[in-house]
């Protein structure tokens, strides 16, 4: 399909009287247009970045262009200022870079740091830990004394 779409545009298109100029493309393009073109710069272009507000969902993430990124637990809720650049994504609150991570493509992903996400869950109590067996410290063989105090200040 490119082929004879490119065999088509040279040899039928650009040949034939054009309805608003009122003649061939490719005659309009030697006499006008060709002098007008330069050769590309010899540096790369400066990459262009983007600057995003976003609230940080209940979940931890931003969605920048259907892709999801972490954020640290603690700023649920808040607005954040997203820069998206060419090949990373950064997170800032106030003047301060909270999230870091590599841009994502493919649509719909979760680019994630676990470390976003430490102290947010109670660590699973180890059941190999013995459960003591001295009467004073086993709560259930306290004196009613001890929450008393605890409770009214020691008032009885």
């Excluded at 608003?20 to 990459?47: C, G, H, I, M």
């Amino acid at each position: 399909m490119q082929r004879h779409l490119s065999r088509w545009m040279v040899e039928v298109a650009d040949r034939r009287i054009h309805g608003t100029t009122k003649e061939q493309p490719a005659v309009r393009f030697d006499r006008d247009e060709r002098e007008a073109l330069r050769s590309l710069p010899p540096r790369l272009l400066a990459v262009r970045t983007r600057r995003l507000k976003r609230r940080v969902n209940a979940d931890c993430f931003v969605d920048i262009d259907t892709i999801r990124y972490s954020v640290p637990y603690r700023h649920v809720r808040k607005i954040v200022e997203v820069v998206v650049k060419e090949q990373e994504v950064e997170i800032w609150l106030r003047g301060t870079c909270i999230a870091r991570h590599p841009r994502g493509h493919e649509p719909n992903a979760l680019i994630r740091n676990p470390a976003h996400f430490d102290g947010l869950f109670r660590p699973k109590a180890n059941a190999s830990t013995p459960i003591p067996s001295n009467p004073a410290v086993d709560p259930m063989c306290r004196p009613l004394s001890v929450y008393t105090e605890l409770v009214e200040g020691g008032r009885q």
